[in-house]
């Protein structure tokens, strides 16, 4: 746990990768868990669209919306005074043309108090992202396996597992900082290319399924929790099992319930 209440800004990101101290960042989609995971130490709170599969049942996070990312970016800023806060900007909200990224990368900068946002893409994302910083937009990259991307990638697969994928990869990597993203994350790479693209640059890099040569590492918490128990890919460890502990605690409310114990004397009003 981080005991420096300071909040932290975005270029103590370039400072703790300087420093060796490794980034520690997780997905968030709500208040109260924004408010658990800053007091126990989390740098970085990624509103990821990954909510569309994790809280709406989606099988995939093409469908998001601007309008979902917002509400729960908001609610996430509004559990958190420590952290950073970043925003996903969903399928289509970037890729159509500069003004409608900066248009939109604003709104979410605007409505719900976040730090910056997180796009998709490499080289040919390395112009818009040009755009939003230079109109005071943090940015954080992603390459790898880019979700938004998964029906062109062939699925949920490691990237760049041949010399060819890994050189595009490290100089889409190189354009994303030249163009002045503040961190990348690097979704299932093979670690060797993870270390030296990690290495390659002077920006953070965020792993997830990509080996410890990273600055930093991300989970999507309800799959760290064991709340997503269905989910259970290699680079994935749980640190709880708390889908067994809810069922267990609802269970027991349930038979309090029909047995006529809750609730209690001491849980109602005279």
Do not use: W
């Amino acid at each position: 746990m981080n005991a420096d209440p300071r909040p932290l800004t975005v270029t103590d990101l370039l400072t703790m990768k300087v420093a060796g101290r490794r980034i520690v960042v997780l997905t968030c989609y709500d208040a109260v868990f924004a408010r658990l995971l800053e007091q126990a130490g989390v740098d970085v709170l990624l509103v990821g669209d990954s909510l569309n599969q994790v809280l709406a049942g989606h099988e995939t996070t093409l469908s998001t919306t601007l309008d979902q990312m917002i509400y729960h970016g908001a609610a996430v800023r509004r559990g958190s005074h420590r952290a950073l806060v970043f925003v996903d900007l969903p399928f289509l909200t970037y890729q159509i043309s500069i003004p409608e990224a900066i248009r939109n990368a604003g709104r979410v900068l605007q409505e719900t108090g976040a730090h910056g946002v997180k796009l998709e893409g490499g080289s040919h994302m390395a112009e818009t992202v040009a755009a939003l910083v230079d109109r005071g937009i943090p940015v954080i990259g992603h390459l790898g396996l880019t979700p938004q991307s998964v029906h062109a990638l062939g699925g949920y697969r490691v990237q760049g597992r041949e010399e060819k994928g890994a050189d595009r990869m490290l100089q889409d990597a190189k354009a994303l900082e030249a163009a002045g993203a503040c961190a990348i994350v690097l979704e299932l790479i093979p670690a060797s290319l993870a270390a030296r693209i990690s290495k390659s640059l002077t920006i953070p890099t965020i792993g997830i399924g990509a080996g410890p040569g990273c600055d930093g590492q991300v989970l999507v918490l309800h799959d760290m929790l064991g709340l997503n128990e269905q989910f259970a890919p290699k680079f994935l460890k749980h640190y709880a099992k708390l889908g067994e502990s809810v069922r267990e605690a609802v269970r027991s409310f349930a038979a309090e319930v029909r047995d006529g114990k809750y609730p209690g004397k001491e849980h109602s009003f005279e």
